[in-house]
């Protein structure tokens, strides 16, 4: 695969940027020896074998993903849309490579795995793979999603058995019902969703007669949040982070 090609995956910009970035020896590539320095290549039509391939662009390492998949630590005060209409959208935390990646033959960078309102923090799952995207974000897949949430009230056992019973929310006479709930103090709980409704867990929460002061998703599937990761950081998602979502 040519150099310029494998840029223009990675979502360094057009064709013509990529083959510019190269002959303008801004584009080093790292050997097998993980700790030999990189090495300048000025020729953009140079083949190269992408698997396993680090890159150093602009003095960035970058490693090669055939497709990405991106675990972000999303932020109170961010939007989870690519227009955002009244707070910073999530995707400006994200590098250009990210927010650019070819899809379709368009450059349209990662999209987020479902959303998290303004206010919700937590665990948010990006990627340019569609498939991957519908099998952790359709309704029909009803894949479990853990939130910890604080209250304004204190949390009765009633309440429980009624998040669990289900409780009719305004716009589907139909229940809604929370998969799981955990009492974890008298202000505090954790509830898994297996769908999601448009601030299915703040209507669900009122429905019982309380009111969300705090809601942080920390869970997905099998996949927890990397309590490494600060808010606002993001990093790749392994092969054992993969494996756990495949189980999904």
């Not at 972000?72 to 650019?100: D, F, M, N, V």
């Not at 990006?126 to 498939?131: K, N």
């Not at 009719?168 to 509830?191: F, K, S, T």
């Amino acid at each position: 695969m040519q150099l310029q090609e494998i840029l223009y995956s990675q979502g360094f910009g057009t064709r013509r940027v990529c083959a510019g970035l190269v002959q303008q020896g801004w584009v080093q590539l790292y050997g097998d020896d993980a700790a030999a320095p990189p090495v300048l290549c000025t020729d953009a039509a140079h083949e190269v074998v992408p698997e396993g391939l680090r890159l150093r662009v602009q003095g960035v390492d970058w490693p090669y993903h055939a497709k990405a998949y991106v675990m972000l630590h999303k932020p109170a005060g961010t939007e989870c849309s690519q227009k955002p209409s009244a707070y910073p959208s999530i995707y400006t935390l994200l590098p250009a490579p990210l927010r650019q990646r070819p899809c379709k033959g368009a450059l349209q960078g990662v999209q987020a795995v479902g959303r998290l309102d303004q206010d919700t923090t937590g665990l948010l799952l990006l990627s340019d793979d569609g498939q991957f995207i519908h099998r952790l974000s359709s309704p029909k897949k009803h894949v479990p999603k853990v939130y910890r949430v604080q209250l304004k009230h204190a949390v009765t056992a009633a309440q429980v058995q009624q998040l669990l019973a289900g409780v009719v929310l305004d716009d589907d006479p139909r229940p809604v019902r929370a998969a799981a709930c955990e009492m974890l103090g008298p202000n505090a709980i954790d509830l898994t969703l297996t769908e999601g409704k448009y601030h299915q867990v703040k209507r669900m929460l009122a429905a019982v007669g309380n009111r969300v002061e705090g809601l942080h998703r920390w869970r997905m599937g099998a996949l927890g949040l990397d309590a490494t990761l600060a808010p606002g950081q993001w990093r790749w998602l392994t092969p054992a982070d993969l494996a756990l979502l495949g189980s999904v």
